[in-house]
C-alpha cells in the first residue's frame, strides 16, 4: 500500500518528504523486504497499542506498521496539456493507492506562489481538474481498443466499456471519480485503470508557524472544500516538522513541548494516511518483537497471515486470535488460553483491528 503526494510547485512538498524521510522513527531498516528508491519514503504509523502490548512481553524490538510514501512532483497548471506531466510522472501516480495533496496555507513573501498569491482553494481546484483531464486523456486512449473488442462481442470488453462511459460522463461534468456510486463489479474494473481521481484523497494543510492548530482562515477553506468532497485534512507545518524530525529523541520532546504539540504532526498525518487507505493493524507478539502488521480492512485470515510471508497464506492452516483487552486482563498468553479465551480462527475469519495473532501454517 502506498501513497503518492503531489501538490503545485512551492507549496512545501519537497520539505514535507524530507521530514518524512529523515525521521528517526521510520528506520527503513525495520523493512528490508521493500525497495526504496530515491523518491519514495518510509513512514511509520505511531500506535500507542504496541506499548501496552510491548508490557507483557518485554520484547528485543517493538515494530510499527509503516506506509510507503511517494513523492510525486510536477504538477502545473495545464500540466495534462504536456507542460510537465510526463509519462513518468503518469505512471508514478497510476501506482498509488491513495492521493495525499499538500496544500499552501502559509504566506511567506520569500517564497514565490507559482498563482502570483496563497490560495489553497484555487490550487485545489487546479490540481483536482489536472488529474480529471489526464483520466480523461487517459480513458480516451484505452477507449478505442475496448470499442472494438466490444463490437466483436467480448463480454468483459463491453463491461469495461461500460465503466469508462460512466467516467467520461461524470469527468465531462468535471466531478471527480471518487464521489461516484460504483458497484462492487464496477469497482473492480474502475481499479484497473488506475484513474487518478478515483483514488481516495487526503488533504496536507501546510500551515504557518504560528497556527500549528490550523485554525486560521486559510486551512478553514481548505476544510470546507475537503469536507464538501469527502476527505480529511490534517495541517501540518512542513518546515517545523523537518526540523523535529532532524532531533534526537530528548530533544525532540523539549521541541514539541515548546511548540504545544503532544507529538510530531507527522503522527497524525500517518494515521490518516492509513485511515484514507481502508487500511487496518493486527498484531504479532513475543518475546523477540511486538510488530503491528498492515492489512486492508475486510482482509481473511490466510490475507493477514500473507502479509508477513506469501508461503503463510499458501500454507494457512489456522490462526490464534487473542485481544489487547484479553491480555491486559490474563496478562499472559497461557493465562488467557487457560481461560478460554484464546480463539483458534480458520480460513473464512475476517480480521478485526487489533487483533494478536498466532498462525499455524503448513510449508
Ligand atoms: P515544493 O516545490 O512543493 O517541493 O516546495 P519546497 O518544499 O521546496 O518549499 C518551497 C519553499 O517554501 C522552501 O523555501 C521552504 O523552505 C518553504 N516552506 C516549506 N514549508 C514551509 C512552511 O511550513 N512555512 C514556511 N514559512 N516556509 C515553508
Redesign the pocket.
Known amino acids: 500500500m502506498e501513497a503518492g503526494i503531489v501538490?503545485?510547485?512551492?507549496?512545501?512538498?519537497?520539505?514535507?518528504?524530507?521530514a518524512l524521510t529523515a525521521s528517526k522513527a521510520a528506520q527503513s531498516a525495520n523493512y528490508p523486504f521493500c525497495t526504496i528508491e530515491p523518491n519514495e519514503g518510509i513512514v511509520s504509523v505511531p500506535d500507542g497499542r504496541l506499548d501496552r502490548i510491548s508490557k507483557y512481553f518485554n520484547p528485543q524490538k517493538i515494530i510499527p506498521a509503516a506506509l510507503k510514501l511517494v513523492?510525486i512532483?510536477g504538477i502545473v497548471k495545464g500540466a495534462s496539456e504536456g507542460e510537465g506531466l510526463g509519462n513518468k510522472f503518469l505512471s508514478h501516480i497510476r501506482e498509488v493507492d491513495a492521493i495525499l495533496q499538500?496544500v499552501?496555507c502559509?504566506?511567506?513573501p520569500?517564497?514565490t506562489h507559482v498563482a502570483g498569491g496563497v490560495n489553497p482553494l484555487s490550487d485545489m481546484e487546479v490540481i483536482e481538474t489536472e488529474l480529471m483531464l489526464a483520466d480523461m486523456q487517459s480513458i480516451e486512449n484505452s477507449r478505442n481498443k475496448a470499442e472494438r473488442a466490444a463490437r466483436a462481442g467480448d463480454k468483459e470488453a463491453k463491461e469495461r466499456l461500460a465503466v469508462m462511459e460512466k467516467c467520461t460522463a461524470s469527468l465531462d461534468q468535471l466531478i471527480p471519480l471518487r464521489k461516484l456510486k460504483w458497484e462492487d463489479s464496477e469497482q473492480k474494473i474502475l481499479a484497473s485503470f488506475g484513474l487518478m481521481t478515483a483514488k481516495p484523497v487526503l488533504y496536507i494543510a501546510?500551515?504557518?508557524?504560528n497556527d500549528l492548530g490550523g485554525n486560521g482562515p486559510l486551512v478553514q477553506k481548505v476544510k470546507e472544500f475537503a469536507t464538501a468532497n469527502g476527505a480529511g485534512v490534517v495541517p501540518?507545518?512542513?518546515?517545523?516538522?523537518?526540523e523535529i524530525a532532524e532531533l534526537d529523541e530528548g530533544d525532540r520532546l523539549e521541541m514539541l513541548q515548546s511548540v504545544g504539540l503532544e507529538e510530531p504532526a507527522l503522527a497524525y498525518l500517518a494515521r490518516a494516511a492509513y485511515q484514507t487507505l481502508g487500511l487496518q493493524s493486527y498484531f504479532t507478539a513475543g518475546p523477540k518483537e511486538v510488530r503491528a502488521w498492515t492489512i486492508p480492512i475486510g482482509a481473511t485470515g490466510p490475507q493477514a497471515a500473507g502479509v508477513i510471508h506469501s508461503d503463510f497464506e499458501r500454507g494457512f492452516i489456522r490462526a490464534e486470535v487473542y485481544t489487547l483487552q484479553d491480555l491486559e486482563t490474563y496478562k499472559t498468553e497461557a493465562a488467557i488460553r487457560q481461560a478460554g479465551k484464546l480463539r483458534v480462527e480458520g480460513k473464512a475469519y475476517v480480521m478485526k483491528d487489533g487483533d494478536i495473532c498466532h498462525f499455524l501454517f503448513n510449508v
Open positions: 501538490g503545485l510547485p512551492n507549496v512545501g512538498k519537497s520539505t514535507l518528504f524530507n513523492d512532483a499538500v499552501r502559509f504566506e511567506d520569500d517564497v501546510n500551515v504557518d508557524e501540518v507545518c512542513a518546515k517545523l516538522e523537518s
